[in-house]
């Protein structure tokens, strides 16, 4: 170890190794340096999750663009295989009932699926580990961090 006390003409010292120089910046400096260095961090990451949400979005539109081609097949088959029930059904009963029973079949699957949807719905609870993260940045800089258990516990009950 290298006793600061002494200078650089003082025996056993010798000149700072090649590559590291001597740094003589006031604390102000520094801390403006550091002040500088998380602001340009902080741009890097949002820039980031701009780029990775624009690359997210353009595959969901073409993942969601799919399932609606998808969701217009489907339809038109259902359409059609329920005008083959209403005309099979007609030759037995009279087309005026079987159009009214395959209605109600109708009804009923989207009575089901309407429950279900808004059941689905009620569960939806945002972003809640976002919103935890970043109420954790604050304290973060600070030098505090929050007890991990309480995170945990928090985070836990966010997803029930």
């Known amino acids: 170890m290298i006793d ?25 400096t520094l801390v403006s ?3 500088q260095d998380l602001s340009t961090l902080f741009r890097q990451e949002v820039a980031l999750a701009k780029a990775e949400a624009k690359q997210s979005a353009t595959q ?9 081609g998808a969701a217009i097949g489907g339809l038109l088959f259902l359409v059609f295989i329920s005008v083959a029930t209403w005309w ?13 029973i395959v209605a109600v079949v109708w009804a009923i699957v989207a ?6 949807g808004r059941a689905e719905m009620k ?16 304290p973060a800089l600070k030098g505090q961090e929050p007890s991990t258990a309480a995170t945990r516990t928090a985070r836990t009950e966010h997803h029930r």
């Open 4 to 28: 600061v006390t002494q200078t650089p003409d003082s025996p056993g010292v010798g000149p700072a190794p090649a590559g590291r120089a001597e740094d003589h910046r006031s604390l102000g």
């Open 33 to 35: 340096d550091i002040g």
């Open 60 to 68: 969901a539109g073409t993942g969601i663009s799919l399932f609606v």
């Open 88 to 100: 099979a059904l007609g030759g037995a009963i009279g087309r005026g009932w079987s159009g009214v």
């Open 111 to 116: 009575v089901v699926l309407a429950l279900a």
């Open 123 to 138: 569960k939806i609870r945002g972003l809640p580990d976002t919103v935890d993260t970043v109420k954790r940045v604050p």
